[in-house]
């Protein structure tokens, strides 16, 4: 007898909880699965969990940049509690934080709009001497002094209309600032803490920079089965979750008031905005301020993806193996993400 094809029947799934026709995308979802993985979507009380290539469905994965929309999710959290403004000056917050300029606030640095760089100025070498953990030599107080260095030269500077710059530095700032705000030591293990007490304990997630469990071990053109390191700046990449912590999760912001959406210059052709934590996209006959919102996220091994429609409902996480095929589609999995969101993924 012939086998089954499990890649179609992973669409035939989702199609019938999203509403869509997926087949459409079965080659694009075969090069991201290409090494195994974790397709999942919901929809109203419908949700769907698809492993694929031998990966287990509760396979714990390294979230790489999908951990920014937890960050953001803490500002949120600390806004409403009254121990944060996302417009005041992370100096205002004292301590460590008091010297860092004005500019600097909770929303530039979620939206990537502070002006600084995508990585600290150490990571330039740190890359290649320190592949799967180029952060892992700095402490906090070089992430708060880099932020300033940047700002004191004229990398950061104060605009009316400031650019987007997709920032790793910037978003991990913003987690010490965060661990700081909430009462915790303004490090990655006080962010971690604070994370835990404001966002995922509450929601019964098993998120966390420190996973007890067996991770779903990462494999790529140059390295072996190591995950990647954040040190310093885990709030921008360094958590670790499931596929069903991330629909959650999404599920949790899907359900939460709207937040305001910025369209700085500098964005790239497929994002029409952003807002703290997320990229957005128009989705097919949405209005102009676009009815998707998405991360995703790329380690040394591993590639993650996040992402809800507001108009459908429609939550969708891939969690695969592996880097882009260099024989194939490039940026794979937001174009699989956006496509079954509704948005299309032909802009990428």
Not at 79 to 90: I, K
Not at 192 to 213: D, E, F, N, S
Not at 215 to 234: E, I, K, Q, S, Y
């Amino acid at each position: 007898m012939f086998r089954r094809d499990p890649v179609k029947q992973a669409l035939a799934r989702v199609s019938a909880v999203l509403d869509v026709d997926a087949r459409p995308l079965l080659g694009l979802t075969r090069s991201v699965f290409r090494r195994g993985g974790v397709l999942a979507v919901s929809r109203g009380a419908q949700t769907v969990t698809v492993p694929l290539g031998g990966v287990d469905a509760g396979g714990l994965f390294e979230l790489a940049s999908v951990t920014k929309p937890f960050t953001a999710a803490l500002a949120g959290a600390l806004v409403e509690a009254g121990r944060l403004d996302w417009s005041a000056p992370l100096s205002s917050l004292g301590g460590p934080l008091r010297r860092l300029p004005a500019h600097l606030t909770p929303l530039a640095l979620a939206t990537h709009t502070a002006g600084l760089p995508m990585h600290p100025a150490r990571a330039v070498v740190t890359v290649f001497t320190r592949f799967h953990d180029p952060y892992g030599g700095m402490a906090a107080a070089d992430v708060i002094a880099s932020a300033r260095r940047w700002s004191g030269l004229g990398g950061a500077q104060v605009t009316r209309s400031p650019r987007f710059a997709y920032s790793n530095l910037g978003v991990g700032l913003l987690a010490l600032a965060l661990a700081h705000a909430a009462g915790e030591e303004a490090s990655a293990a006080g962010y971690g803490r604070a994370l835990c007490g404001w966002v995922t304990g509450p929601l019964g997630l098993g998120v966390t920079l420190t996973p007890g469990g067996a991770v779903v071990r990462p494999t790529g053109l140059l390295g072996g089965p190591n995950v990647t390191g954040f040190g310093p700046l885990a709030g921008a990449g360094g958590l670790f979750g499931t596929a069903t912590d991330l629909l959650v999760f999404g599920e949790m912001r899907q359900a939460a008031p709207p937040t305001q959406v910025l369209r700085p210059p500098g964005l790239p052709r497929h994002i029409g905005g952003v807002t703290p934590g997320w990229m957005v996209s128009g989705a097919r006959g949405s209005g102009p301020d676009g009815e998707v919102r998405w991360h995703d996220g790329l380690a040394r091994g591993t590639r993650t993806g996040l992402g809800f429609n507001l108009s459908s409902g429609a939550v969708v996480t891939v969690l695969a193996r592996g880097t882009d095929s260099p024989l194939g589609v490039r940026g794979a999995v937001p174009a699989l993400l956006l496509s079954l969101l509704g948005a299309g993924g032909d802009r990428l």
